[in-house]
């Protein structure tokens, strides 16, 4: 959850590492931190909030040095203050830290009893302790932190600098990702390649259990057991230094218009234009699979959720999603015959991660739909499908849910042809159906105006109902989530089916009901839905096709999309109903890339 970076540079290094601390920021913004060695000395500043108030703390109080550790934090042990931001210190150590050490309170209690002080309510600093402990039994710094590894559970990765070290700092990564990047006389660690992106692209990605000491020309890389390994450096796309808000306001914003051209580069993976063809996996074959697991959490299980309908529907493949936090614990039976498969932005979601670990072990075969092609599922899937959304910064995802639906339609239609349920002509016009899909999805832009309009009155809402059927339910939950997220309305997300059963008793002229139903098969259902809420003085907001618009109940308020084939519906629909969740957001004033408590990646529990 937490951002890392550290340089050896030959340079002055602070400002670059703000620089990467402001890419960093997404994954957690509660206090943020950074120290360099200066003189043989390490020197700290740190600040409670975002980085801006880091920023205006060096201002103050400069910090020289051209070796340096940053950090970006999202609090999970300790309160997000001061006191408790990153780097943390003890003796010659210094070090920043992102994930949980989960024995740290029995260490903590060694360390106590042998009469160490903390000062702060970290499990971090019970690391810096560990190293110092070990360097004041003798041990060379690598020997340190190898020790200290053998020491402590969890996941983490770390950036650990050593005073009168000035030539070296210090990485290790288990459970929670770690780069390292190759400069010119300089040498980077950091979260991500967007954490070094702006200053390398060749970068190298430690594998599960490796640490790592970097200095101004060389990485050397051990795994686990101290043993030294090559990991291959990776020449990575300027895509990655190049996440800038342009002439958007926010992120968000930007991310929701870049759709069309993130649903294009996607479809690019998986289907041929010039055959019309689905573009199968190599060593897959849907035959040879009995039912799809499908792991996933947030906005990433609703992606699932739609593609369930269509992998049962086209492929008559029996598919499960399930939410990884409730998969990894619940001793799930499963038959080899299964496909896992995880579905992840980052790819590093640790319940996603683990539930995907655990089928793996299980003997299932196992495919990792991410956006970030180098993440730890990717790297552990048997099958890695990729999704090319592009760098996300705002917390709200938005097109790696729709690319996650582009991947997941496109594989349900392989899975079909595979099973023999539909030949190559019916293929291709299924494919010829999809590569419309960008373009009606910038057509479905256009309700910007229209959405915008609505979302003043809704800004004023305490609850908002979200209604759908079909593939429209999970999009209706993700409605529910993003206004909830960025907004802090209240929202729910309901099978419009289930209306009668129980939410219906929350309809009053204060909470807007927004039913999202194009004209298709459940149409007149959800019709009558709109007629219930409306004949108890709610208030319905629509989004619909034109079709759904000219059939609209009266008393309505009427959002239209353009008219697409069920297979891409939610596609096209997505944007107005992440658009109505941006613009409340922005209405009320909120913080809508970084909204409060969250963080983008969740790489613990
Ligand atoms: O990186 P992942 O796709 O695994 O993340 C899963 C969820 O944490 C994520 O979708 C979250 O729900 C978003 N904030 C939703 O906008």
Not at 92 to 98: I, K, W
Request: proline share 4%.
């Amino acid at each position: 959850m937490c951002g890392i970076i550290g340089i050896v540079g030959k340079q002055p290094v602070t400002e670059r590492l703000m620089d990467s601390l402001k890419r960093l920021e997404y994954r957690g913004y509660d206090s943020a931190g950074v120290a360099t060695i200066v003189d043989g000395k390490i020197e700290r500043r740190r600040a409670q909030g975002k980085i801006r108030a880091l920023e205006d703390r060096l201002l103050n109080q400069p910090l020289s040095g051209t070796i340096g550790i940053g950090h970006t934090r999202w609090a999970t042990h300790g309160a997000p203050s001061e006191r408790n931001a990153h780097p943390h210190t003890c003796g010659r150590v210094t070090l920043v830290h992102n994930g949980i050490i989960e024995n740290f309170a029995e260490l903590k209690g060694e360390l106590t009893a042998q009469g160490h002080s903390f000062e702060s309510d970290t499990d971090t600093e019970v690391i810096a302790h560990l190293i110092d402990r070990q360097l004041s039994l003798g041990d060379s710094p690598v020997t340190a932190l190898k020790n200290t590894l053998d020491q402590i559970t969890g996941a983490f990765a770390l950036a650990v600098l050593i005073a009168g070290e000035d030539n070296m700092i210090m990485g290790a990564r288990r459970g929670s990702p770690l780069v390292v990047g190759y400069g010119v006389g300089e040498m980077f660690i950091g979260s991500d390649a967007l954490a070094v992106g702006p200053f390398t692209n060749r970068i190298a990605y430690l594998d599960e259990g490796d640490f790592v000491v970097i200095d101004h020309d060389r990485a050397q890389i051990f795994d686990a057991s101290g043993s030294a390994v090559d990991r291959p450096i990776k020449i990575v796309s300027a895509a990655a230094a190049l996440v800038e808000k342009g002439n958007y306001r926010h992120f968000m914003e930007k991310e929701i218009h870049e759709q069309p051209e993130s649903c294009q580069r996607t479809l690019g993976a998986y289907t041929d234009a010039l055959t019309s063809r689905t573009l199968p996996t190599p060593g897959l074959d849907f035959a040879s699979v009995d039912r799809i697991q499908i792991v996933a959490c947030g906005t990433a299980s609703y992606a699932a959720q739609i593609a369930r309908y269509l992998f049962e529907r086209l492929a008559g493949l029996p598919t499960d999603v399930e939410i990884a936090s409730e998969f990894r614990y619940r001793d799930p039976a499963l038959l080899t015959t299964t496909l896992a498969v995880a579905v992840s932005q980052s790819g590093e979601t640790a319940d996603t991660l683990a539930a995907l670990r655990w089928c793996k072990a299980a003997g299932l075969r196992t495919a990792a739909l991410v956006n970030s092609h180098e993440s730890t599922m990717a790297r552990e899937a048997d099958f890695l499908w990729p999704t090319h959304a592009g760098p996300e910064i705002g917390v709200a995802s938005t097109k790696a849910f729709t690319a996650q639906i582009t991947a997941l339609t496109a594989l349900a239609v392989t899975a079909a042809v595979q099973r023999g349920r539909i030949d190559a002509s019916q293929e291709a016009k299924l494919v010829k159906i999809l590569l419309e899909a960008p373009r009606l999805i910038a057509a479905s832009l256009k309700t910007e105006e229209a959405v915008r309009a609505l979302a003043i009155d809704t800004a004023k809402a305490r609850d908002v109902l979200y209604l759908g059927r079909g593939p429209m339910y999970p999009l209706a939950l993700e409605g529910a989530l993003k206004l909830k997220e960025i907004s802090y309305i209240h929202a729910e997300g309901y099978a419009a089916g289930e209306l009668k059963h129980g939410p219906i008793a929350l309809v009053d002229e204060a909470t807007p009901v927004i039913i999202i139903a194009p004209h298709d098969s459940f149409f007149e259902k959800t019709a009558s839905n709109m007629s219930e809420v409306i004949a108890r003085g709610g208030r319905v907001i629509l989004f619909t096709d034109e079709e759904g618009g000219a059939h609209a109940p009266a008393g309505v308020r009427v959002v239209i999309a353009p008219s697409s084939d069920p297979l891409i519906t939610p596609l096209v629909m997505s944007a107005p109903i992440q658009m109505l969740a941006y613009y409340v957001a922005v209405q009320k004033g909120a913080d809508v890339d970084q909204p409060r408590n969250l963080a983008k990646s969740v790489t613990v529990e």
